[in-house]
C-alpha cells in the first residue's frame, strides 16, 4: 500500500480490512484518495499569488485590484494575476502593467466615431486614464478635445490649398 502512495501520506485506518488505505499528498499540495495514489493540486493562488495581485497596481482609473489565475493547479509557477475589464493584460508569477488603450472601449471610440464628422479616437498614454481625445480627419482641422468631440472644419486655405488672399484661395 505505501508504495501506491509513492510520495505521499499513507494511512490505514482499518488493518483488516483490504483497500481502504488513504493515499494524501504532502503539504503545501492538496488531495486524497481511498485505495489508491491521490490526484494532488496546488493553487498557487491560495499560497500567495491572491496576496501579490491584490497589491498590484489597478487599472487606470478603477479600484478593482488585479487577480490571480492558476490555469493548471497540477504545475507550479504557472500562475498569472490579471488585470480588470478593460484592460487585457496579464504577468505570469506578478503584477501585470494594466494599462489600457481608452479608444478601445466602446463608449470612447463612439464618442469619436458617431461625431458629425467621423472624427479618430486616440489615447497616446494607456496608463493615465481620462486622457483620450478626438482628432480631425484630414482635410479637415481643428483642435483635439480631451475626452470629447473636436471642432472640425475644413479650411481651404491651409495646408496644401496656398495661400489665402481676401478670404479666397489663392495658387
Known amino acids: 500500500r505505501g508504495a501506491v502512495c509513492e510520495e505521499q501520506t499513507c494511512h490505514d485506518g482499518y ?3 483490504l483497500g481502504d488505505f488513504l493515499c494524501t499528498c504532502a503539504p503545501p499540495m492538496h ?8 490526484d494532488c493540486t496546488l493553487d498557487e493562488c491560495v499560497i500567495g499569488g491572491d496576496a501579490v495581485c491584490a ?3 489597478a487599472t487606470p ?13 497540477r504545475e507550479s509557477g504557472d500562475w498569472r494575476c490579471v488585470c480588470p475589464q478593460p484592460s487585457t ?3 505570469k508569477g506578478g503584477g501585470a502593467a494594466c494599462d489600457i ?6 463608449r470612447h471610440a463612439g464618442t469619436c466615431e458617431d461625431a458629425v464628422p467621423r472624427q479618430q ?7 493615465t486614464a481620462g486622457d483620450w481625445e478626438c482628432r480631425c480627419y484630414e482635410p479637415l482641422s481643428g483642435d483635439a478635445v480631451r475626452a470629447g468631440r473636436a471642432e472640425c472644419v475644413l479650411d481651404e486655405c491651409a495646408g496644401d490649398c496656398g495661400t489665402c488672399a481676401k478670404g479666397e484661395c489663392a495658387r
Do not use: F, I, M, N
Not at 101 to 106: A, H, N, R, S
Open 31 to 38: 488531495g486524497l484518495a481511498t485505495g489508491a495514489k491521490a
Open 101 to 106: 488603450d481608452e479608444c478601445l472601449e466602446p
Open 15 to 17: 488493518h483488516t480490512t
Open 61 to 73: 482609473g478603477q479600484d478593482e485590484p488585479q487577480r490571480c489565475y492558476d490555469p493548471d493547479t
Open 55 to 57: 497589491a498590484a497596481p
Open 89 to 91: 493584460a496579464s504577468a
Open 121 to 127: 479616437c486616440v489615447d497616446e498614454h494607456p496608463a
